[in-house]
């Protein structure tokens, strides 16, 4: 992988291709941040607030996720305006991962800010609505959708298992019981943020493993990515062709003195041999 921008991070989160504008946005949870970084620009907000996933609406505005709620942002002018609730009556929680679907929903994770047990849960936000989708859970992650439309994931990472539900055809909302998709727990490893290429396959990011690796839709692991730190949060396809493959990183959890420490909390990129979704357009009413 290469380096796709220096700045540093303590938990990098949420990588978002925005394909009108053709620029990757993502987050500083901890730092309060959503930063984007174009061919010809780079770009900062701040927020009074953790801040942590997002969803593009048009061109001009994005859905972000918040500690407490949901919001309109403005990118052109940075002015943002709360559009639900998101357990705002909850201080010991914020959100975490979080991505569009292919109807136009946006389903976000929750968490304790101190990742306590079962403190979080899994929320879809669709046309005005917020519904509580999965409860009970830690940190949740991993949440991406199939090509097909078929199905989502998601993930509580403290448990290593990354799990698969149906989705209904006409509404978007889950079918039936979640079911294991992939167990990691024999190999200790920690599912983090995840996308689904064209092709069904799902690039998940292994916190603590220094990658991204993608497997087929029956769980073989394919093939992995290797990132200079520790610590990959999430991965999101971008570019003109949708084959670069960018990976947020992360500091938290992590000493100058652990390998890796100069590389964490960055972004990365690399071209692989398959190309991404073009990211889901949320629609708010």
């Not at 500091?251 to 073009?278: E, K, M, N, P, T």
Request: charged fraction near 20%; charge should be negative.
């Amino acid at each position: 992988m290469r380096l796709f921008d220096a700045t540093r991070c303590q938990i990098g989160e949420g990588p978002l291709w925005h394909p009108e504008r053709q620029a990757l946005f993502w987050f500083d949870i901890l730092g309060k941040r959503l930063l984007m970084r174009s061919v010809t620009q780079f770009r900062q907000w701040m927020f009074e607030e953790m801040v942590s996933a997002a969803g593009w609406v048009d061109r001009s505005t994005l859905l972000v996720a918040s500690e407490t709620a949901l919001w309109h942002f403005n990118i052109e002018t940075g002015e943002r305006a709360q559009i639900a609730a998101l357990e705002a009556d909850n201080l010991q929680t914020r959100s975490n991962d979080g991505r569009a679907d292919p109807w136009g929903g946006f389903w976000i994770g929750t968490m304790g800010k101190k990742a306590e047990p079962g403190a979080g849960a899994i929320y879809r936000f669709y046309k005005g609505e917020v519904t509580r989708l999965f409860g009970s859970m830690t940190i949740t992650n991993a949440i991406a959708f199939a090509p097909n439309k078929s199905a989502a994931t998601f993930c509580d990472t403290v448990t290593g298992k990354v799990m698969r539900v149906a989705l209904d055809a006409e509404t978007g909302l889950p079918s039936g019981a979640p079911r294991v998709f992939l167990d990691l727990t024999a190999e200790g490893l920690n599912p983090d943020g995840a996308v689904f290429d064209t092709e069904g396959c799902l690039w998940l990011a292994e916190w603590g493993a220094s990658r991204v690796a993608r497997y087929a839709p029956d769980g073989t692991r394919l093939t992995s990515v290797i990132v200079p730190t520790p610590h990959a949060s999430c991965p999101a396809f971008g570019g003109a062709n949708l084959s670069t493959l960018y990976v947020t990183t992360a500091q938290d959890g992590l000493s100058s003195d652990d390998a890796g420490w100069d590389a964490a909390g960055q972004v990365y990129s690399a071209q692989v041999d398959v190309s991404g979704q073009r990211e889901h357009q949320v629609t708010l009413d």
